[in-house]
T-cell receptor, first 113, second 112 residues
Framework: EAQVTQNPRYLITVTGKKLTVTCSQN?????MSWYRQDPGLGLRQIYY???????DKGDVPEGYKVSRKEKRNFPLILESPSPNQTSLYFC????????????FGNGTRLTVT | KNEVEQSPQNLTAQEGEFITINCSYS?????LHWLQQHPGGGIVSLFM???GKKKHGRLIATINIQEKHSSLHITASHPRDSAVYIC??????????????FGKGTHLIIQP
């Protein structure tokens, strides 16, 4: 089954404690991206990757890091989380930046206290 | 920056009604996505379209590239159609499309 697997689903942490949200896809997609979703603001792009070892900033990259060492994995790293990073996060993949199908992970609800 | 406007923001209708959700954008694009997000939070891609019309079951999406407008229609609406519907367009920088930018969504409730 084609899917984007994102873990964990829920995460509560404290300010400053490094964390990683994992994202893996099994469709050999070249394009992967991370979004955060906040009430009233909708989905906003954090980082994206056109292919292995190619990553770039989206609209709201501050406080986040990513890596794309393998095609299937695109982890999101928060080196020093802060409360303003409390949000719902989604990973997505597609064959290319404008490709279809576009698959989303199930989301990670992060709370930083 | 590409701007995406959806209307209405909220829509409550009775089961069986014909539903229309609109998406307007400010720059020329080559394709547009319609997404559905159920209360559980998961996001599903409904359509990607670059011209004309696409149909899947009771869902119909249309796009007019020249007028920079797309609509999502639901025929014979059902309570299980209750969800947030989001349109997304390419986010262009100098070199081409980098990703997607999203409308804020239309929150649809279908009452039995």
């Amino acid at each position: 089954e084609a899917q984007v697997t994102q873990n964990p689903r829920y995460l509560i942490t404290v300010t400053g404690k490094k964390l990683t949200v994992t994202c893996s896809q099994n469709m050999n997609h070249e394009y992967m991206s991370w979004y955060r979703q906040d009430p009233g603001l909708g989905l906003r792009q954090i980082y994206y990757s056109m292919n292995v070892e190619v990553t770039d900033k989206g609209d709201v990259p501050e406080g986040y890091k990513v890596s794309r060492k393998e095609k299937r994995n695109f982890p999101l790293i928060l080196e020093s989380p802060s409360p303003n990073q409390t949000s719902l996060y989604f990973c997505a993949s597609s064959p290319s930046v404008l490709g279809s199908p576009l698959h989303f992970g199930n989301g990670t609800r992060l709370t930083v206290t | 920056k590409n701007e995406v406007e959806q209307s209405p923001q909220n829509l409550t209708a009775q089961e069986g009604e014909f539903i229309t959700i609109n998406c307007s954008y400010s720059v020329g694009i080559s394709a547009l996505h319609w997404l559905q997000q159920h209360p559980g939070g998961g996001i599903v891609s409904l359509f990607m379209l670059s011209s004309g019309k696409k149909k899947h079951g009771r869902l119909i999406a249309t796009i007019n590239i020249q007028e920079k407008h797309s609509s999502l229609h639901i025929t014979a609406s059902h309570p299980r159609d209750s969800a947030v519907y989001i349109c997304a367009i390419p986010l262009y920088s100098g070199g081409g499309a980098d990703g997607l930018t999203f409308g804020k969504g239309t929150h649809l409730i279908i009452q039995p």
